[in-house]
Each structure stands twice: as structure tokens, then as C-alpha cells.
């Protein structure tokens, strides 16, 4: 893994939509995480994980601030259940902090001034339910992140590479999106030029034209 280029694997997973890479695996893909706003372009950045472990939210202004440019802040609310961690203000922070995106494992808030700043949020849902200032025990940043879905298992850690657009988002360790690259990419390639296809003649009045071809 050490001689995997991080850069030029996000740079390259950027051209690959994630229902490339869900054509050749499941591994990997958090199917209740959905974008709050409409995503136009597939967003790639490598993950930084946050775990709560109470209401205390303190730790997710910690790891805004210690988060790498174009890093992807990745959030275990699973601990509050129905109550939203993150909101308008926070995203403007993520902004500032110049973050790639943001994903909650738990809900959101502030959904419309969200769109509005057109950041990329991903979340399991919407709440109008929302944490404030607590005593207890903080959460820890960089700590593995246990998602379970039905009876799917996946481990999110730091430093893993997560890919998000409209359609959901995958999180995979470096080497296994390093063996993924290549077939995604020639998948991505054969779909691509048969929906160029499809969608000239069909733009120019040629469906029958086209079919007639094959």
C-alpha cells in the first residue's frame, strides 16, 4: 500500500460513478446514506472518522479543524439516534476548512440552508431534532467506525477512501480501491460509450436508425 499514489487514485476514482464501481462489488457501500443535496459530479476524498459517543459534539469542531484539505469528515452519530449533529453552521465550517464532503452515520439538520450552500452532505436522514452543549463524555476522532446495515458489516477507518455522488457512497480501504481501479475504469469506459450512443440518436430522432444497426 505504500507505493499506492493517494492523490492520483482520488483523482482517477473522480471520472467513476458509484454505480460503476456497484456493478463489481458491494464491499464497501453504506446503502441508507443518501445526499441531502443533489450531487451532479462523483466526489472523492480520503476519509477522516469521527466517533460520538454520547450528545457532547464537541470532538466534530475538533476534527474540522485538524482535517486536511479536500478530506472527507466521516461522522458515527449512531449513539443519538433520531437527533441531528450536524446543521448549517457546521457545514460553513467545513467549507472554510475547504473539506471535500461530509457524511453522517445519523441524521442532519438545517436541510434547506444546506442546499442553499450547495456543500456535499450525506446522511441516513433529516431531523428537526438537535444536539446542544453537554457534559458528558466526548467522542474520539480517528476511531474505527462500525456501520452495520440488515446483515451487512463494514469497518470505516482513517485514511480510507471514500467515493459519493448521487446515487450513494462507497468507503474502501486504499489497496482494495487500488485492485477495484482498473475494472472500474473499463466499466465505466464500455457504459459510457454505449449511453453516448443511445443518447445522440435518441436526441437526434435515430432510435430506429440505431436499432436497426445492431
Known sequence: MNDIDI???IDKYKEIGTSTIGHLTGVGYLPDIKPINHCTKTIVGR???VQL????TEVINQALIQAAPNDVLCIDAQVLGVTACWGALRTCAAIYEKLSAVIVIGQATDSLQIQQLGFPVFAQGISAITTFKSNQAQGTP???IVYRFGEQ???IRSGDIAMMDNDGVFILPVDVAQQLLS???K???EDEMKFQIFFEAYRNNQLDKLFESQ
Open 47 to 49: 476519509v477522516l472518522t
Open 53 to 56: 459517543t454520547s450528545d457532547n
Open 183 to 185: 475494472d472500474c475504469q
Open 153 to 155: 458489516t463494514t469497518i
Open 142 to 144: 480517528a476511531s474505527d
Open 7 to 9: 492523490h492520483d487514485l
Open 187 to 189: 466499466k465505466h469506459k
